[in-house]
């Protein structure tokens, strides 16, 4: 006979096992995460961002590429309301891994959902997409998120406090070109997208319309060039689609 | 002051948008163009910071065979072509861009 004390001793090992479970299938995401958040303490102070200001927004707004983007922002000189616009646009896709997500979560109390949602990146959507959608029993795949999202939170902390120590030790580390950093790691991250020729049409109308509004004000420029662009390889895409379709029509 | 405001902007700008659909939970439905555009998002938004980056990286155009930044983002770009690592082409990268600045002096 199992007592209840048993039954609740089970569900803690259960519960443990999916936290350790979901902090090491994201160790491998920590790791190319690690460099973004060294760079982002070390940029912060030469971009005009105070120390505790750098801490205070990697406890607080956690995501990596907006926070590096409002950095940039900074630097030349943006208004705020710019800043936390462009961060919006830049989250817009964060949407879609929600969209994925939510299904499966449903259920869960309201405090759960809060979590996930405060804890949805980029890597944690990575190593939970899978767990969520590829297995079967994700009645305790909450505590995998848990254990992804903290293990993800706490090396982004650790690495911006990093950052922030060695960019006081080394003032001038900023003369080096740590800014091309930042534009080394967006250009692999948006490589991988450019498969399809609506996603060509989309970077190069976005790129060549950045180039031409790059005089606007408050660095306004790169939300048109963004919109330019989706909007761009949206409708390429949508023309693509008729054109198959009335071809199979003809057939 | 500033600082509190853009945090406190950029909080809200995160997790509302990670937040709304956590909130109605499974009530609303995509409609598929919509889904489509968001798959632009990201590729969009930071070509828009990368071109100017490379080509502007001092605030005027410098669009030369000795602009380190150019050269090393084309660089960058084959390298992520080739192995579609992002790892190794942000090594690789600014492996590249440190020689071109150190080790050439551009």
Known sequence: ?251 | MTEVLLIAGMFMATFSVRYVLFAVAGKVRFPPWLTTGLSFVPPAVLTAIIVPAVLLPRGELWLRFDNPWLLAGVFAALVAFWRRDLLTTIVLGMFCFMLLRFGFGL
């Open chain 1, 1 to 251: 006979m199992t007592s209840y004390t048993e039954i609740k001793q089970d569900l803690r090992a259960i519960q443990r096992r999916e936290m350790l479970g979901g902090a090491k299938a994201t160790i491998p995401l920590i790791i190319g995460a690690i460099p973004f958040g060294i760079i982002f303490g070390t940029l912060a102070g030469p971009s005009g961002l105070s120390a505790w200001g750098a801490l205070a927004m990697s406890v607080i707004v956690f995501a990596g590429s907006a926070q590096f983007i409002a950095l940039g922002l900074m630097a030349a000189g943006a208004a705020v309301p710019v800043i936390i616009a462009t961060t919006f646009v830049v989250n817009l896709r964060h949407i879609l891994y929600a969209a994925n997500l939510v299904p499966k979560v449903a259920h869960l109390p309201h405090r759960w959902r809060v979590m996930m949602a405060f804890g949805l990146t980029d890597e944690t959507f990575a190593a939970v997409s899978n767990r969520f959608m590829l297995q079967q029993n994700t009645e305790h795949a909450h505590w995998f998120y848990l254990g992804s999202w903290l293990a993800m939170y706490g090396n982004w902390i650790l690495c911006t406090g990093l950052g922030i120590a060695l960019g006081e030790l080394f003032p001038d580390m900023t003369d080096w070109g740590l800014d091309f950093a930042m534009s080394v790691t967006f250009i692999g991250m948006v490589v991988p997208y450019l498969k399809t020729k609506p996603m060509w049409g989309a970077v190069i109308v976005s790129g060549a319309i950045a180039m031409a509004t790059f005089g606007m004000p408050h660095k306004l420029g790169l939300i048109v060039a963004a919109l330019c662009g989706i909007a761009t390889g949206l409708s390429f895409h949508l023309l693509l689609k008729r054109s198959s379709a009335q071809e199979t029509h003809h057939d």
